[in-house]
C-alpha cells in the first residue's frame, strides 16, 4: 500500500511542478513583455518596482523561474490586476463554490450513474438497455453551453421552477432557508456539468458488471443460494466499479475545464466565473493562479480516486499492477 | 487485394458510419463552397431578431444579420480549426507514440510520464491562458489546441504499436534486415492505424468544441464567424430568457457543433470496425 501510495503522491507533485513551470515559461516564451503580464500598468511606480523586484523580471531567466518558485511556495501569486487584492487571497475566496458544485457532480454521477448502469448491464440487448446506450451516445457527445442553455430555457424561462444563475437571491439569507436557496441554485449548473460523466460513468458501470457477470465467482455466489440482488450488491458491483472509478479519475480534469464554462453561463461564482472575468479583464496574474490551483485540485482528486480504486482492487495494494 | 476490398465493403455497409461520412462530407462542402456563394454578415440592418422566414431562413440575430450566413461562415472556420489542429496532433503525437511504444529505455519513459502528466492537468484552463497572452486569432487557436491535444493520440499509437511490434511478421521483418525506420513506419504505423484513425477523429471533433468553448469565453476571433461566437453573442444578449424568445439564434449554432461532433464520432467508431477484423 505504502509504495503505490508514495508513488501516486510523486507523481502527483510531479504533475504540480511542471503545470507551474508551464505557466512560467508560457507567459516568458510569448513575443509581449513579461513585465507587462505581472505588473499592472495602473500600480504607483514604487509598486510597480516591488512586483519586478520580487520576481526579478529585470533578471537572467534562470533567476527569475527561482524566485517564481520562492514566491509561490510562500503562496504568493501576485496581485490582481482588476481587483488589487492579492491572487490568493481572490482565489481562496471562491474556491469552495467551485468545490462545492464538483463535490455535487460526482455525488450525482455516482449515485444515478451506476444504478443506471447495473440496470442496463442486467437487462443487456432488451429495450430498457437500448434506450440508456442512445442516452450515452447522446450525453458523451454534448456540448456544455448548449445543454446549459436547454436548460435555462425550459426551467428557468418556460416552467420558471429555477433561478436563472447566481448561488443565491440576494440579500443572502440566513440558517436553512440559504441553505435550501444555494441547492436550488446548484441543480441546474450540476445537472449541466454532470452530463457528460454521467454518460461515462453509465457505459463503464453496464459494461464492466457485464464482464463480471461471466466470472467464475458469481457463479459460485449463486450455487450458494444467493438471490440476484444479493449477488449484484455483495459480489458483482465492488469489482465492476473498478473501470468506472478509474474512468472518472481520469475525466477529473476535462470536468474542471467544463466547470469554467458552466460556471460563466450560470454566474456561478467559482474560480470557472473568475477565470471569465479575468478574460475580459486581461487579469493575467489571475489568469495563471486560476489554472494552478485547478491543477493542483486535479491532482487531489485523482489521488482520492486512486485511493478508492486501490481500495476496491486490492491486487494494486499488493504491486501487482 | 482481396481483404482490403473486403474491408472497404464492410465500411460500405456500415449504416452509422455512412451516416457519419456524408455528415462529414456535407460539412466540407457547406464551408468550402458556402462562404462562396453567401457573403460574409457584417455591419447591422434593421431586420432585428427576425424568425426564420424565406428571406432569412433560420431568422437573425441582436444585430439583424442573418443566422443561416452566419453559420455558414462559422462552418468553415470549424473545419480550418479541427484540420490544423489535427496536423499539428498528428505531427507531435504520431512519432513520439511510435517511438515510445518501439523502443525501450530511458526515452520511451520519459515521453510516457510527460504523456500521463499532460493527461491529467486541466486543458482549458491552460489553453485560455495562452489564448489570453497570444492574441485571439483562429490560426493561435488552433495552433494552441493542437500542442495540447497530442497527447491523447500519443498514447493510443504507443498502445497500438506496443501490441504490433510482438506479431511475428514483425519479428520476421527484422530477420529479413529490414531497416528500424522502415519497419516503423511501413509495417507498424500502418497495421497500427485503427486505433489512431478513432483518435484522430475525436481530436477534430474535440477541437470544435474547445474552440467553441474558447469563443464562448470571449477568446474567439472577432474578425471570423464560429459556432462559439454565435452563442456568445446570443448569451451576451440573454436571448435565452428574455422574451419573446429568439430560440434560433442560440438554437441552431449548438445543433450545428453536437452534430458536427456526433457525425465524426460515428465516422471514427465505424472506422475503427471496419480496420479492426475482430470488430465486423
Known amino acids: 500500500m505504502s509504495r503505490y501510495l508514495i508513488r501516486r503522491i510523486l507523481r502527483g507533485l510531479l504533475t504540480i511542478f511542471i503545470s507551474v513551470s508551464l505557466t512560467f515559461f508560457i507567459v516568458r516564451a510569448m513575443p509581449s513583455d513579461p513585465v507587462s503580464l505581472m505588473v499592472s500598468p495602473q500600480m504607483t511606480p514604487e509598486a510597480q518596482q516591488a512586483m519586478i523586484e520580487a520576481y526579478g523580471l529585470d533578471q537572467p531567466l534562470l533567476v527569475q523561474y527561482g524566485k517564481f518558485l520562492v514566491q509561490l511556495f510562500q503562496g504568493n501569486l501576485g496581485t490582481s490586476f482588476s481587483k488589487h487584492i492579492p491572487v490568493t487571497e481572490y482565489l481562496l475566496q471562491r474556491l469552495p463554490w467551485t468545490l462545492m458544485l464538483l463535490g455535487a457532480v460526482i455525488v450525482l454521477v455516482l449515485g444515478i450513474g451506476i444504478p443506471v448502469g447495473v440496470f442496463a448491464a442486467r437487462h443487456r440487448g432488451k429495450w430498457g438497455d437500448r434506450v440508456v446506450s442512445v442516452m450515452v451516445t447522446l450525453g458523451i457527445s454534448v456540448f456544455i453551453p448548449f445543454i446549459s442553455f436547454l436548460l435555462l430555457y425550459l426551467f428557468a424561462f418556460r416552467f420558471k421552477v429555477m433561478p436563472t444563475g447566481g448561488a443565491y437571491t440576494p440579500p443572502k439569507g440566513e440558517g436553512l432557508s440559504y441553505v435550501l436557496d444555494v441547492a436550488k441554485h446548484l441543480v441546474l449548473p450540476t445537472v449541466a456539468l454532470a452530463v457528460t460523466n454521467l454518460a461515462n460513468a453509465v457505459m463503464y458501470t453496464r459494461n464492466g458488471m457485464i464482464d463480471v457477470l461471466h466470472e467464475d465467482y458469481i457463479r459460485t455466489a449463486y450455487s450458494k443460494g444467493n438471490n440476484e440482488k444479493q449477488v449484484i450488491l455483495h459480489h458483482a458491483l465492488k469489482n465492476a466499479m473498478i473501470p468506472t472509478v478509474t474512468v472518472i479519475g481520469l475525466q477529473i480534469g476535462v470536468m474542471v475545464g467544463g466547470a469554467v464554462v458552466t460556471e460563466t453561463v450560470f454566474s456561478w461564482p467559482g474560480v470557472g466565473r473568475l477565470i471569465y472575468d479575468a478574460v475580459n479583464a486581461l487579469d493575467y496574474p489571475v489568469l495563471q493562479g486560476a489554472f494552478l490551483l485547478l491543477a493542483v485540485a486535479v491532482v487531489v482528486m485523482n489521488l482520492i480516486t486512486d485511493l478508492v480504486v486501490a481500495w476496491l482492487d486490492p491486487r494494486i495494494k499488493l504491486g501487482g499492477k | ?280
Open chain 2, 1 to 280: 487485394m482481396k481483404k482490403r476490398k473486403s474491408g472497404f465493403y464492410y465500411f460500405l455497409h456500415n449504416r452509422n458510419g455512412m451516416i457519419g461520412l456524408c455528415g462529414v462530407m456535407l460539412i466540407v462542402l457547406i464551408g468550402l463552397i458556402g462562404p462562396i456563394l453567401i457573403p460574409k454578415p457584417e455591419g447591422y440592418s434593421t431586420d432585428i431578431l427576425q424568425a426564420p422566414s424565406a428571406a432569412h431562413w433560420l431568422g437573425t440575430d441582436g444585430l439583424g444579420l442573418d443566422i443561416f450566413a452566419q453559420l455558414v461562415w462559422g462552418a468553415r472556420t470549424s473545419l480550418y480549426v479541427s484540420i490544423l489542429t489535427l496536423l499539428v496532433a498528428a505531427v507531435i503525437g504520431l512519432p513520439l507514440g511510435l517511438i515510445c511504444g518501439y523502443t525501450r529505455g530511458i526515452l520511451s519513459d520519459i515521453i510516457d510520464a510527460v504523456v500521463d502528466i499532460f493527461l491529467t492537468i486541466p486543458m482549458l484552463p491552460l489553453t485560455i491562458i495562452m489564448a489570453a497572452i497570444m492574441g485571439s486569432n483562429i490560426t493561435n487557436v488552433a495552433l494552441i489546441l493542437g500542442i495540447f491535444s497530442w497527447p491523447s493520440l500519443a498514447r493510443v499509437t504507443k498502445n497500438s504499436t506496443l501490441k504490433i511490434k510482438e506479431m511475428q511478421y514483425i519479428e520476421a521483418a527484422g530477420c529479413l534486415g529490414i531497416g528500424k525506420a522502415r519497419i516503423l513506419f511501413k509495417h507498424v504505423l500502418i497495421n497500427a492505424s485503427g486505433p489512431v484513425f478513432v483518435n484522430l477523429t475525436l481530436v477534430m471533433a474535440s477541437a470544435v468544441l474547445s474552440e467553441a468553448s474558447l469563443s464562448f469565453l470571449g477568446l474567439g476571433d472577432p474578425t471570423t464567424w464560429s459556432w462559439g461566437t454565435i452563442l456568445k453573442r446570443a448569451w451576451s444578449a440573454n436571448a435565452v430568457i428574455t422574451n419573446p424568445n429568439p430560440w434560433w439564434w442560440w438554437l441552431m449554432p449548438s445543433l450545428c457543433i453536437v452534430v458536427y461532433v456526433v457525425c465524426f464520432n460515428l465516422l471514427g467508431t465505424a472506422l475503427n470496425d471496419t480496420l479492426n477484423p475482430k470488430g465486423r
